[in-house]
T-cell receptor, first 112, second 116 residues
Framework: DAKTTQPPSMDCAEGRAANLPCNHS???????VYWYRQIHSQGPQYIIH???NNETNEMASLIITEDRKSSTLILPHATLRDTAVYYCIVSPRGAGNTPLVFGKGTRLSVIA | NAGVTQTPKFQVLKTGQSMTLQCAQDMNHNSMYWYRQDPGMGLRLIYYSASEGTTDKGEVPNGYNVSRLNKREFSLRLESAAPSQTSVYFC???????????????FGEGSWLTVV
């Protein structure tokens, strides 16, 4: 089972920031938070990941709360091409082999 | 930049037929995966291969077999297709299942399989 909880859908106006929340209250100390997105039945695309510090790259920013029980993916200026399903995933680093487990994600609709 | 390549892209099978989905990656990744995605659902892991020569079951392995032919290739076989296996299948690869850079996974474009 996925260890994250996300809202099933969200809308965002084009040009505005899209803030996608994710709860991961059972996250362990060695688990990363990953975000992927899937545009219209294409293969999922990596966006960003983090452990405990906030992260930013050319696609998005990831804000992780101090207790690490939740995080927010921020698309600063959403465009119509950002319409997709966004997956928040937690995955450990360390002993054992644990592939990523995808939940149902959040369907983000960017509206003109 | 080929990345992860899957074949075929579309396939229609009759119940009971067998087929193999092929996957190859050119990124020298150690780990490879097969996921399936049913309409309106998230991805579910079928099998994965942490490294060449090893394979492990995922969430939904029943009805499937896999072969890690070499470091580049990871095939998924349906021995006796059933309508419940109608789905979109995604192959993926990553440098390692677990690594210091985390699990950045690269996906293929998907294979649409219909079993009638």
């Amino acid at each position: 089972d996925a260890k994250t909880t996300q809202p099933p859908s969200m809308d965002c106006a084009e040009g505005r920031a899209a803030n996608l929340p994710c709860n991961h209250s059972t996250i362990s100390g060695n688990e990363y938070v990953y975000w992927y997105r899937q545009i219209h039945s294409q293969g999922p695309q990596y966006i960003i990941h983090g452990l405990k510090n906030n992260e930013t790259n050319e696609m998005a920013s990831l804000i992780i709360t101090e207790d690490r029980k939740s995080s927010t993916l921020i698309l600063p200026h959403a465009t119509l091409r950002d319409t997709a399903v966004y997956y928040c995933i937690v995955s450990p680093r360390g002993a054992g082999n644990t592939p990523l487990v995808f939940g149902k994600g959040t369907r983000l609709s960017v509206i003109a | 930049n080929a990345g992860v390549t899957q074949t075929p892209k579309f396939q229609v099978l009759k119940t009971g037929q067998s087929m193999t989905l092929q996957c190859a990656q050119d990124m020298n990744h150690n780990s490879m995966y097969w996921y399936r995605q049913d309409p309106g659902m998230g991805l579910r892991l079928i099998y994965y291969s942490a490294s060449e020569g090893t394979t492990d079951k995922g969430e939904v392995p029943n009805g499937y077999n896999v072969s890690r032919l070499n470091k580049r290739e990871f095939s998924l076989r349906l021995e006796s297709a059933a309508p419940s296996q109608t789905s979109v299948y995604f192959c993926a690869s990553s440098e390692e299942v677990l690594g210091i850079f985390g699990n950045t996974i690269y996906f293929g474009e998907g294979s649409w399989l219909t079993v009638v």
